[in-house]
């Protein structure tokens, strides 16, 4: 159990560092930011303009617009929200532990994808079509 939460943790911190930093600039140090208050995170995605959305674990979407030093309710409450993906024409599309959704409008509503409950969204990609 301790090795998943570890490893969980450094996942996301990962993931925050490539989103905010690009992969073209070098990192040498890390700073620790605070975290939603929900728990766990599951994912990160950073939205220009708006910020960084997190996906937490049971918590819905949270969104920070400095950084990380402060987090904000975004949707999906009670959701566990497992993955992202931008779209390049706006849309934002969560893969949650029960089911997929989308937003056009960076998150202040989303819609469901239609599929069952039974179907997790671990992971999202969007086809050429959208």
Not at 28 to 52: H, K, M
Request: net charge negative; glycine share 14%; hydrophobic share 40%.
């Amino acid at each position: 159990m301790k090795l998943r939460q570890h490893f969980g943790s450094l996942t996301c911190a990962a993931a925050f560092l490539l989103s905010c930093s690009g992969l073209a600039m070098a990192q040498d140090s890390w700073e620790a930011v605070n975290s939603p208050p929900t728990g766990r995170i599951f994912s990160l995605q950073a939205v220009n303009g708006i910020g960084v959305l997190a996906g937490t674990e049971d918590g819905g979407i949270f969104l920070s617009t400095d950084d990380g030093s402060s987090w904000g309710y975004h949707g999906m409450a009670m959701n566990s929200v497992r993955s992202f993906y931008l779209h390049s024409d706006g849309r934002i599309f969560v893969g949650k532990q029960s089911g997929a959704a989308v937003s056009t409008d960076n998150g202040a509503t989303w819609e469901s994808l239609g599929l069952s409950s039974n179907e997790n969204g671990f992971g999202i990609t969007v086809n050429a079509s959208g």
